[in-house]
């Protein structure tokens, strides 16, 4: 008798425990902000599904078959994934001595500003589109600034632990410039990648050859 009352005990303990388990789970949903909802206007989603489609018509354009992201899912593409692409695409041709076809151009043309605002004004892809329709001073000016800017970075560091050069970034920029620069030019760049490399060669825990 005394071990049923004590079974008999234990069942309603653990079912009150449940009940109160249960209500605390109940409480704590209903406690619970929110998801967050945006609201986007109609407008505003074709716009960017139009703009994702003309970058990929501009990306196809310069031959590129695959565009790299974190997901599977083709409609969650974003323009960033795009014009990741399109970069890689113009470094298989560093020194940018291939040019479009005037029916590559015809293409490409009416998307141009599109490319400048994506890519941003200041940017490699960008200078790559200006020397490409001809803007060959705007697309210069803008990688002479890049460069000094890579360079005056690379001057800056007092370490670094990658196992990719430094120097990368700037050489990039010296191939795509040397061809629309004077010989006085070339000379420079050529003087402060020297400067550049002697800086790297010292830096501390530098674990590559330059």
Known sequence: MRVLFFSLLLVSSNSFADMAMRAQSKMSASLAAPAPTYQLTTADIKAHNQNILNLLTVAETLKVKEISTYSN????????????????????????????????????????????NTFGEKTYGWAWFLK????????????????????????????????????IPVLEIEQALAPLSTADEKAKMQTKIQELKVHVSNLKDYMINT
């Open 73 to 116: 899912d083709a409609g969650s593409i974003r323009p960033l994934s795009v014009t990741e692409a399109m970069s890689k695409k113009m470094t298989e041709n560093p020194k940018w001595d291939v040019s479009l076809s005037p029916t590559e151009l015809q293409t490409i043309t009416p998307h141009l500003e599109l490319m400048k």
């Open 132 to 167: 490409q329709t001809g803007k060959t001073a705007e697309a210069k000016k803008i990688l002479a600034d890049l460069f000094a800017e890579r360079s005056a970075a690379v001057m800056t560091m007092q370490g670094t632990f990658h196992h990719q050069s430094p120097l």
